[in-house]
Every structure is written in C-alpha cells, then in structure tokens.
C-alpha cells in the first residue's frame, strides 16, 4: 500500500512541476524548459522498479498533456520520457559506479531531447529544421539535466529519512 500511495504522490507531484514550469521563463526557445518533472522519474528510477517507474512517467505525461497540451505535445512528451527512462535505467544497470546521479540526470535529459529531435523531424518529413536546432537542445539538456540531478540528489539525501529508505536500488 505504501508503494501505491508513493507513486500516486509521486505522479501527482510531476504534474504540479510540469505544469508550473511552464511560468518559470528559462529562454525563449521553444520546446526548452527546465524538466523538473524528471525530478520525480530519477527519484523512482531509484526507489522503485522499471515497471513501476514506467507507470509513473506513461501516467504522468498522459495526464499533463490531457489537462495542458495536445495531441503533438504528447507525442513529443512521451517520445522524450520513454527513451530518456530506458536510457537511464541501462545506465544505472551497467554503469553506476561511472556516473552518479547528476549524470544520469544530463544523460536522461540529453536522450529526451534527441528523441524530441527525430520525432520533430518525423512529424515534418524533413531533418532540416531538428538539425539546425538540435545544438540548442543539447546545451539546454546539459544545463537542466544538470540541474534536476542536483536538485534530485538532494531529495534523494531527504528520503534517508523516510520508510522508502529501504527501497533505494543504487548509490546516489
């Protein structure tokens, strides 16, 4: 029960971050915005199984874009969460001595941003426009994928504290 109520918490927390992050002006580039919702993916991908960290980014982005986006929104914020989850899981499989939390982070964020690239140039029918402005989304992946590790690696410090204590998987 306790695990049910934690992803209920945890998906409901994601979309108060998503959906707040949009007033929080970072740079007039479309589509660029800080991720803090991707807080709350690390911090499952930690505490939680793949299954049940799967469950919480599909819900999370199914709901955000049903209450705020659209049907090209969801496309492009699912694209980026499944390939950036997958991504992060395999690195935390194989490489958890090599990069801590905060790389996880920059790694995930760099993974959502290239497959918000192809599925733009997808949508598009051409890579023109997805290679011209795949530069900017990696700089903004490193820049806020560094800044959603920090910011969860200090959470993951606060859940020592907490009955989930027993449930982290890797060293952060």
Same mark, same amino acid.
């Given at each position: 029960?306790?695990?049910?109520?934690?992803?209920?918490?945890?998906?409901?927390?994601?979309?108060?971050?998503?959906?707040?992050?949009?007033?929080?002006?970072?740079?007039?580039?479309? @589509?660029?915005?800080?991720?803090?919702?991707?807080?709350?993916?690390?911090?499952?991908?930690?505490?939680?199984?793949?299954?049940?960290?799967?469950?919480?980014?599909?819900?999370?982005?199914?709901?955000?874009?049903?209450?705020?986006?659209?049907?090209?929104?969801?496309?492009?914020?699912?694209? @980026?969460?499944?390939?950036?989850?997958?991504?992060?899981?395999?690195?935390?499989?194989?490489?958890?001595?090599?990069?801590?939390?905060?790389?996880?982070?920059?790694?995930?964020?760099?993974?959502?941003?290239?497959?918000?690239?192809?599925?733009?140039?997808?949508?598009?029918?051409?890579?023109?426009?997805?290679?011209?402005?795949?530069?900017?989304?990696?700089?903004?992946?490193?820049?806020?994928?560094?800044?959603?590790?920090?910011?969860?690696?200090?959470?993951?410090?606060?859940?020592?504290?907490?009955?989930?204590? @027993?449930?982290?998987?890797?060293?952060?």
């Amino acid at each position: 029960m306790l695990q049910f109520t934690t992803m209920a918490l945890m998906i409901t927390i994601a979309m108060v971050l998503s959906y707040f992050e949009r007033f929080i002006p970072l740079i007039n580039v479309p @589509g660029v915005k800080l991720g803090l919702a991707n807080i709350v993916t690390l911090l499952a991908l930690y505490l939680f199984d793949f299954k049940q960290t799967l469950i919480i980014v599909v819900l999370r982005v199914l709901l955000v874009s049903m209450f705020t986006g659209s049907p090209i929104s969801l496309i492009y914020s699912m694209s @980026g969460g499944l390939v950036s989850l997958i991504g992060m899981k395999l690195l935390l499989l194989t490489s958890t001595k090599v990069f801590s939390l905060i790389g996880i982070s920059i790694i995930g964020a760099f993974l959502h941003n290239t497959a918000q690239a192809i599925v733009l140039g997808l949508l598009i029918n051409s890579f023109s426009i997805a290679r011209v402005y795949y530069p900017i989304l990696i700089v903004a992946a490193v820049v806020t994928g560094f800044l959603t590790g920090l910011i969860g690696r200090q959470f993951m410090k606060q859940i020592e504290y907490t009955p989930l204590k @027993g449930k982290r998987r890797y060293p952060i």
